[in-house]
């Protein structure tokens, strides 16, 4: 993955944390806030998502409010890991709509996996079926997360991109 933040200036930054601040915000409101025509701002947006930097666009849903639903983070560590087990282990979480999130890791474990479900049973009947049908061998470690602190759509990108300026030289 390269780094693209040498092709980018100030108001593609401030286009990017608008925009990840406020997905909703309109073309003209965006270019008053950064100091573009709406038309002009379109274009770097488009720009910007054909260079794949703006991935989509969403809505942060409280999975709690809406449905009762419980996050469980579980770290997975495939037994006997080789490259092809890997690749069957993501193949087959990729469609199961329970896990919300995954994450290959370096260290002691392979991933770490985001689980939502309607109570600690439903959580493991998931758990069993992923152990039955994945045809990959794995033990997992099961986190339950009692509140949520921080996420990406809380992110400060200006800031987080400062931090790394001192690296570059």
Known sequence: MSDQRK??????????????RQ????????GEL????????????KRLEKS?????????????????????VVQIKLTDYSY??????????????????????LGDVDYLITIAAFGIEHYQTIMEHMLDTLNVSF?????PVTKKLKGEGALDLAAL?????????
């Open 7 to 20: 092709d980018l200036d100030r108001i593609d930054i401030k286009i990017l944390a608008l925009l990840q």
């Open 23 to 30: 997905g909703r915000v309109t073309k003209a409101a965006m």
């Open 34 to 45: 950064v100091g573009l025509s709406a038309s002009r701002c379109w274009e770097r947006m």
């Open 52 to 72: 794949r930097i703006i991935r989509g666009y969403h809505a942060e849903i409280d999975l709690g409010r809406l449905a009762k639903l419980s996050t469980f």
């Open 84 to 105: 092809a087990r890997a690749k069957v282990f993501e193949a087959g979480i990729a469609d199961l709509p329970n896990v919300i999130g995954c994450q290959a890791v």
């Open 139 to 143: 033990d997992y470690v099961t986190l």
């Open 161 to 169: 991109l400062a931090t790394g300026q001192d690296l570059e030289s």
